[in-house]
């Protein structure tokens, strides 16, 4: 998949770092949809190199900072797309993450159909977003984002690596 498409259609990016970038999908399922996508090409999360977590860690606590503020605190889903371990080297998947906050109360045309309506422009939605400065909700935000990252570096190595990625995330919260 061809991450750099995306990041030209800039009215639809949020946030870029060095290695991350962060969009609402063209065709997004309900507003804030959000996707974290790795910018080199990596078909499993596995094979994500070890120096980018950190730099994964500050992009989500950014990212759901943002959709704090504009959301009032949302319930959300965050879901890995990845391939398993043994098709890392696999041309035709990129790894991601997708975030849907719960606002949109599905109604009868949409359970029905299984066709969904979203009534915002994911441009909006994403220039909403890309100006908002997230407000530094220190502790709970802190600490929500630092357990979802334990969770994908725990199911991505063993325990002695995940020790050392959870240290360099904590570091890199501590400077943010
Ligand atoms: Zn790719």
Redesign the pocket.
């Known amino acids: ?3 750099s498409q995306e990041r030209t259609h800039g009215r639809r990016a949020i946030t870029e770092s060095d290695d991350f970038v962060t969009f609402i999908p063209y065709a997004a399922l309900s507003p804030y949809h959000l996707w974290i996508f790795p910018k ?4 499993c999360f596995s094979a994500q190199p070890l120096e980018t977590l950190a730099e994964l860690a500050t992009t989500l606590r950014t990212i759901l900072g943002k959709v704090d503020g504009m959301l009032g605190n949302p319930a959300f889903n965050l879901v890995l797309r990845s391939l398993g371990p043994e098709e890392k080297e696999a ?4 790894w991601y993450i997708s975030i849907v906050p719960r606002i949109n109360k599905r109604a009868g045309f949409e359970l029905g159909t299984g066709m969904y309506v979203n009534p915002s422009l994911p441009e909006s939605c994403a220039d909403a977003l890309r100006s908002l400065r997230a407000p530094i909700a220190r502790s709970k935000r802190s600490r929500r984002t630092l357990r979802l990252l334990a969770s994908l570096t725990g199911w991505r190595a063993g325990r002695r690596q995940w020790m050392s990625v959870f240290a360099a995330a904590v570091a890199s919260f501590i400077r943010f």
């Open positions: 998949m061809e991450i080199a090409h990596v078909a041309g035709h998947f990129h």
